[in-house]
């Protein structure tokens, strides 16, 4: 079975500039997460989303923002990137949105803003 | 204000030298406690779920457990294909948000 695909894997974007990340959760999974990872810390929850409704938000500018598409899949959006917005965005798929409730992740968005 | 702890930051040990890595948690409601490891410039990938005090789960040479306010993963007899990062992180509430900690680099010499 295929795990949690995230396109694209690397990414060159300049100061300013919009982006959009996307994420295929694994089949039969309805929940998806982002998160942000710099480098040498641990990830940091941006958004979660069950069955297309937003069901939590973390401390994130608003910026970002996220979606989640009828057949589960998720982009995340950045707007006016900022050189501090350089890092690894993981998406998380799991089958239910609760805090007990195991999260697979993709292997990542390695985005670099210059 | 929920907080996951991760020590030490770095562990450097002998091939077939067996040690503990420790998260410590402050978290109101823990629904569940994970354990992954993440390779250099890759996506974690998970490894354990405890849920209460008490709670053990075993796969391979690694071992974790669970107290109120602390989990273990014990790391026995490693091999260098053990080294990688390993991050903890709770879950509470309702959503699916986990709270992670910085991460032990573990490096294993042969």
């Known amino acids: 079975d295929a795990g949690v695909t995230q396109s694209p894997t690397h990414l060159i974007k300049t100061r300013g500039q919009h982006v959009t990340l996307r994420c295929s959760p694994i089949s039969g999974h309805k929940s998806v997460s982002w998160y942000q990872q710099v480098l040498g810390q641990g990830p940091q929850f941006i958004f979660q989303y069950y069955e297309k409704e937003e069901r939590g938000r973390g401390n994130f500018p608003d910026r970002f923002s996220a979606r989640q598409f009828p057949n589960y899949s998720s982009e995340l959006n950045v707007n006016a990137l900022l050189l501090g917005d350089s890092a690894l965005y993981l998406c998380?798929?799991?089958?239910?949105?609760?805090?007990?409730?195991?999260?697979?992740f993709g292997q990542g968005t390695r985005l670099t803003v210059v | 204000e929920d907080q996951v702890t991760q020590s030490p930051e770095a562990l450097r040990l002998q091939e077939g030298e067996s040690s503990s890595l420790n998260c410590s948690y402050t978290?109101?409601?823990?629904?569940?406690l994970f354990w992954y490891r993440q390779d250099p410039g890759k996506g974690p990938e998970f490894l354990f779920t405890?849920?209460?005090a008490g709670e053990e789960k075993e796969k391979e040479r690694l071992k974790a457990t669970l107290t109120k306010k602390e989990s273990f993963l014990h790391i026995t007899a490693p091999k260098p294909e053990d080294s990688a990062t390993y991050l903890c992180a709770v879950g509470s509430g309702n959503t699916g948000k986990l709270i992670f900690g910085q991460g032990t680099t573990l490096q294993v010499k042969p």
């Open positions: 978290v109101s409601g823990l629904r569940g």
């Open positions: 998380a798929s799991s089958q239910s949105p609760g805090g007990n409730t195991e999260a697979f």
């Open positions: 405890l849920y209460s």
